[in-house]
């Protein structure tokens, strides 16, 4: 097995997308640089598709990257292009499962659909919610058919920390596992409570993480005028204590900083690591 660090990503057409840097200050330690291997950077397709709903007019496009023949989990990555562009998820991904340090898995990146969408489907909306455990894996699988019915991960950043997490409650056997960073659990956290006490998280894990620089409050927030009554803090926290009292597992990690991509960036690997962990 390779022990190099960095992919060259290929989209269908041809483009490409340049390996990234992952060696910084906040990596982990012993985290390799990918420009030390430029000879052993290989390429990875990224299959573009548009993925419709069953039940309403709605489609998103999205990224596949296709995992092995064996049977094996999927990731589905919310925000998909702030995780491939700003996050840069793929070579982490890349490096832990070459590495064997987590199982092989196929990814497919979701994309947001633009500001306004972000702030209708990841504020716990149900349809899509049943859009990304029905549509979306059913998609996958058709694509992949070695891919497993269920036992598989969900991850969202700010907005879509908290529609991954709210995905999980409603389909924990489908979704077992949920990285939420930065969640926006401020969005009706007495909504978000009750549906963790109907629907118990028994099993589920949770990564939470915020930041301790993410206090503010009584915040609009554009396009729509989102409203934000309680910091990410106070969010995550009460998220955090709900999760854990109604059966979750969950991580709750606070990294010194702000709502921003490198502290997301950061903590992804030991998330995944922690996640998908096996004991």
Not at 187 to 196: I, K, R, T, Y
Not at 213 to 222: G, M, Q, R
Request: hydrophobic share 40%; net charge negative.
């Amino acid at each position: 097995m390779g022990t190099h660090c960095g992919v060259k990503f290929i989209n269908v057409d041809g483009s490409k997308w340049k390996a990234t840097r992952l060696l910084d200050r906040s990596a982990p330690s012993g985290w390799a640089d990918p420009s030390e291997h430029p000879d052993k950077m290989e390429p990875v397709l990224a299959e573009e598709m548009s993925i419709k709903s069953t039940e309403r007019e709605y489609a998103r496009s999205a990224w596949l990257i296709e995992g092995p023949k064996t049977d094996h989990s999927l990731c589905v990555l919310l925000d998909g292009e702030l995780y491939r562009d700003s996050v840069h998820a793929l070579p982490i991904f890349s490096t832990l499962m070459q590495r064997g340090s987590i199982p092989p898995m196929t990814l497919v990146l979701v994309s947001h659909g633009g500001a306004a969408a972000r702030h209708s489907d990841y504020v716990c909306d149900p349809q899509f919610a049943r859009f990304i455990a029905e549509d979306v894996v059913s998609r996958a699988r058709a694509r992949v058919p070695s891919l497993a019915a269920e036992r598989h991960l969900i991850c969202g950043v700010s907005l879509s920390g908290l529609a991954a997490a709210h995905i999980a409650l409603l389909y924990p056997t489908r979704f077992p596992a949920a990285l939420c960073q930065s969640g926006s659990f401020w969005v009706e956290p007495d909504a978000f409570a009750q549906l963790a006490q109907q629907r118990p998280p028994v099993k589920t894990r949770f990564w939470l993480s915020v930041g301790d620089e993410e206090t503010d409050a009584n915040v609009s927030h554009p396009p729509t005028g989102l409203f934000q009554g309680i910091s990410q803090i106070a969010g995550v926290e009460r998220a955090r204590a709900v999760l854990e009292e109604n059966g979750g597992e969950v991580n709750c990690h606070r990294y010194r900083g702000g709502h921003t991509f490198e502290h997301w960036r950061a903590e992804f690997s030991d998330a995944l690591l922690w996640l998908l962990r096996t004991e």
